[in-house]
């Protein structure tokens, strides 16, 4: 049996992947090369806590915790969004600039990177 942690446990388990989340969510806001994708959300609060549920539970269950998600799948929730190339680089240093600064371990940082990276496929361009 492994000692080393999961993914999820280097996350800092629910709670601390809800506060990257968060932390996510407000550079989104604040990033001039998507914010227009993300400020919709904040015109309506029960879409905006549907988003949020689903965007905690996508990286605990994705990073090994107990959570179920619950959303769809990555190319049924992009299709007709055209996201760029440029869009998605964003949205990866915005998961990065997070991840920085709630002190996440260059090796957690790599494998949520890798996540991410192997999804690229289902967002851009859909």
Known sequence: M?????LYERLGGIEGITTIVDDIIDLHFANPGIKARYMPLKENPEHFAEVRKH???FLAAGSGGP???EGGDMVTVH???NISKAEYMDVMDDIMAALDKNNISEDAKK???AIAYSLKGQ????
Do not use: A, N, R
């Not at 492994?2 to 999961?6: F, R």
């Not at 967002?123 to 859909?126: A, E, F, N, P």
């Open 67 to 69: 959570q179920t998600y």
């Open 55 to 57: 965007l905690i539970h």
């Open 2 to 6: 492994s000692s080393e942690k999961s």
């Open 79 to 81: 299709t007709g969004m």
């Open 111 to 113: 494998d949520v990177l």
């Open 123 to 126: 967002m851009i361009g859909v």
